[in-house]
């Protein structure tokens, strides 16, 4: 999925879930949740996190990227 792809779901979703509440439970920046989303920064643990937030797999949202754990 793109970005904005990304951003459109998330937004959809906003009633369950949002890059802040995201960001919070993972104790992390919500510029580090934006930068994951952009493809500016890897870490797997937010990428799940936001797939997970839009009820997708992982490697559905970020197919680049090849996961170490379970994709969801």
Do not use: C, W, Y
């Amino acid at each position: 999925m793109s970005p904005e792809e990304i951003r459109i779901e998330l937004i959809k979703r906003r009633k369950k879930t949002n890059m802040a509440e995201i960001s919070r439970a993972l104790g992390v920046s919500h510029q580090a949740v934006q930068r994951v989303i952009d493809r500016e920064s890897v870490s797997e643990r937010i990428m799940v996190a936001v797939a997970a937030a839009i009820d997708q797999p992982a490697h559905i949202v970020f197919p680049e990227k090849q996961f170490k754990t379970q994709p969801f």
